[in-house]
């Protein structure tokens, strides 16, 4: 075969790649907003089709050889074409690993694992889900042994959402934050505030909506790329630069868990949005790993959502929809309104400094049940329990406990690190960002521009261009440094809470 | 090939199948109410995709072979494979007809040609539209030429939406409906009536929206499998009949458009919920003809939903939503209300006694467009000639005439006269059921199950089972014949205008 020639296939390949997977997206995003409660039947049968055609498309012997041949002429062939060959090989490698059948059965389980957590949820009935995660956590385990039967399984997990990151890694990375905080965490704990009289709403959802618009708009997001969908538990997907949809969940007692939410997944939508067009209908349109897409989601949630500076243009929208409610609050009783500390039992809602060990708390998890030390009947107990220890808070039941998150039901086991790493990578972008870019001064008068600018010059543009480790440097100044992280959170709330 | 190994692979060619239009459904569905704006070239290549995958499954030498083998087996195959079996083969020789390169690029065309429609309608600029209408005219009548080139083009094209439908068939119809409609729409306009100082409203989107959800409850819809969107053109889509979706369109100034759409639509939608549990997640699932299917909306939104007795249960509902703007309304004034009478502008907003003459002015102007009497570019002249002919009203501009409808932009030329149709189909129908169930009393009472039991065993439960000239003279009591049709709106309006 000739560099030409499989050139060619690769776009041939691409294309078929970019149409599944753009209606397996649509289909998954549909699925979580709009489509009718018992739809999950013949949805699991399309997607378990389109499933069966992917594989088909991507593992076979003449894509091995389109792949290969391009990987052997990296000087003869562009930037773009070369990465697209490297990313398509790790799909390769990683699909390649199982029997079609397996893959396709594992696709069907994570399709009804999710319609039964979310029943099992809502009854709060752990033994519903307990057969299911039993199934992924063997499927789980035995793709890692065939993956890289040399590693800890669980190195082989973490690596799927954040390249390169492993328990000799996050060990001391988790370490330092309970270390670093765990104090801090404490301190605050005794010196409790009341929520705020103006909190108490009411909050119609008809508002919330308006406002959902107008903090998108803040935000900087076109609609006419990217819409709102409404969901129980929020997420972004994307297909290409001009459809990404985002969702929320509105609350009637609480503006601020749908406008956070609005925020932090429009964080995700910024990524995909600003990525360069000459990648768009490749595989490298795409935020390179989890923890870097969590890096941006939650700076815009945080770093700026939950920054002094951004209750300046914050409260002037509130007072616009919601005036008779937001009557008489001043900025500051905003700020330390949306960043009141309380250790408490759900990990979406939880504030910024407790945030972190939420995370850590699954992690532990995954790291006992991936490694064979923990069995999936004993999760419900063994997580009350660390809740108790590491945030000194009793779970009343396994709705608010272990069966809060929807990550395990679709077989996201290895994902939560990444939302800690992603925190932990924005402050430092914060840092290298403030260089150059009067951050509080720009968010203060409403406008994110030059915020989103910087991100993406270092970081959006390049969609799966660039490799982790040349990304991710460059755009922090250096390694991660979970003391930065750590620094930056004692700081804020020190100042909070007068520590 | 045997009979055994034939039907294997039916079942899997239906797998497939199932999967590819499910993803396709979706797809447009999701496109026409919660897509981004720019999201139709990332989608327009999905579409195009999994329409070549439609056509490479079904469209080969294999595909024929196991389809013929059924076929020649009729006795020893039960009845439900061997009309699988049939219906796979009429949409087989559909597609034969076309070269896959041909049967792509359409598809590619229709869906370029749907967003500039509604562009063009936006601006009312027909020369946006055109050169794409000349375009889908030309490839209609190309299809039609080799599918059956001993045939007039239109009576092809009608055939694909009305089985059996010819222009033979179908001008004695709308000469009936003019002959003897025509006398009392002028009677009618003779004696119009103000409208009534309630609909002034106002009728807020948000209220309007609650007003849907009981709608949809009185008129029987099961939201846990069939949900409502909102789009510019209310359409119905299903992929099973634990998957459906209806859409409309809310104006604040007119609570009655959205809820005609959507009791129109839940017509729609009731005839693919009501079908046999083992007809689904095959070809034979959805309803049979467009003309059937539009028996079923229009007798939903009219016979029930415009009759006297509706207007009992109707005014509670509305008086629970609209306390205010429905003050001292009573049954009278609202039956008087939704029943005005007077030639408009827009077939969708037409009232029932005047609508089947907008549809004979398309019959029209399609007949002489694929007969080659008409060129695409005087449409804008022959419509606004038609309209002051035939309705007696002048077309102030396209958006408002021959840009108004969105079916030539998806090609669907032939499709219009199934709403006539369907019309006089649903009065037929009537007369039937009178025999046994008491409608005006159910439907008084609010309860309109006896009216979707008698629709569903009549009708619904077969799907594309039954053919519709084995289906419909059963339901109707005898063939076809306009004056029952017309007979049924001259006592209506008769009575309604004291004619």
Chains 1, 2 share one sequence.
């Not at 035995?142 to 082989?156: G, H, N």
């Amino acid at each position: 075969m000739t560099l030409n020639e499989a050139i060619e296939k690769l776009n041939e390949l691409e294309k078929a790649g970019y149409a599944l997977g753009h209606a397996q997206s649509i289909l998954y995003t549909d699925g979580d907003t709009v489509a009718p409660k018992n739809s999950w039947k013949g949805r699991g049968m399309a997607l378990s089709y389109l499933s069966e055609l992917t594989y088909k498309q991507l593992v076979n012997p003449e894509t091995g050889e389109v792949l290969e041949t391009i990987l052997q002429h990296r000087d003869e062939t562009d930037e773009i074409t070369f990465r697209r060959a490297e990313v398509l090989k790790e799909q390769y490698d990683d699909l390649h690993v199982l029997p079609m059948e397996e893959y396709v059965a594992y696709q069907e389980l994570t399709n009804e694992s999710s319609a039964v957590w979310h029943d099992a949820k809502e009854k709060s009935d752990w033994k519903l889900f307990e057969p299911f995660l039993e199934k992924i956590v063997a499927a789980r385990r035995r793709y890692a042994s065939l993956k890289a039967p040399e590693k800890p399984a669980y190195d082989v997990l973490l690596d799927e959402y954040e390249k390169g990151a492993t328990m000799a890694s996050l060990d001391p990375f988790f370490r330092t934050l309970k270390e670093e905080l765990s104090p801090v965490i404490l301190e605050v704990a005794k010196r409790e505030k009341p929520v705020p009289a103006f909190m108490k709403g009411p909050w119609p959802v008809s508002s919330q909506k308006a406002f959902s618009e107008k903090i998108m708009a803040l935000e900087g997001i076109d609609p006419l790329n990217c819409t709102l969908g409404e969901t129980e538990h929020p997420f972004t997907n994307n297909t290409n630069k001009w459809d990404v949809r985002i969702t929320t969940h509105y609350y009637e007692e609480d503006p601020f868990f749908s406008m956070y939410s609005v925020i932090h997944e429009g964080g995700h939508a910024l990524y995909e949005l600003d990525v360069r067009d000459d990648l768009q209908f490749t595989c490298l349109s795409g935020g390179i790993t989890m923890g870097v897409h969590e890096s941006q989601s939650r700076f815009y949630e945080n770093i700026i959502g939950r920054s002094r500076a951004f209750c300046t243009p914050l409260l002037k929208v509130m007072k616009e929809v919601f005036p008779e409610q937001m009557k008489g609050v001043t900025e500051e009783d905003l700020y330390s309104a949306v960043n009141l500390s309380k250790p408490s039992l759900i990990r979406t809602e939880a504030d910024e400094l407790t945030y972190s060990l939420h995370v850590m708390i699954r992690y532990e998890l995954e790291r006992a049940m991936i490694g064979g030390d923990l069995k999936v009947q004993d999760i419900p107990v063994e997580w009350n329990r660390l809740y108790r220890e590491i945030l000194g808070i009793d779970v009343p039941d396994d709705r608010r406990g272990c069966l809060q998150d929807s990550h395990w039901s679709f077989g996201g086991i290895g994902y939560f690190p990444s939302y800690a790493l992603g925190s932990a990578y924005g402050v430092q972008m914060l840092r290298e960002m403030e260089k150059t870019v009067d951050v509080p001064g720009t968010v203060g008068k409403g406008d994110l521009a030059p915020v989103t600018a910087w991100l993406t010059e270092k970081i959006h543009q390049y969609g799966s261009l660039k490799k982790p480790q040349d990304l991710l440097p460059a755009a922090m100044g250096g390694p991660l440094d979970a003391t930065v992280y750590t620094g930056y959170l004692k700081k804020k709330f020190g100042e909070l809470y007068h520590l």
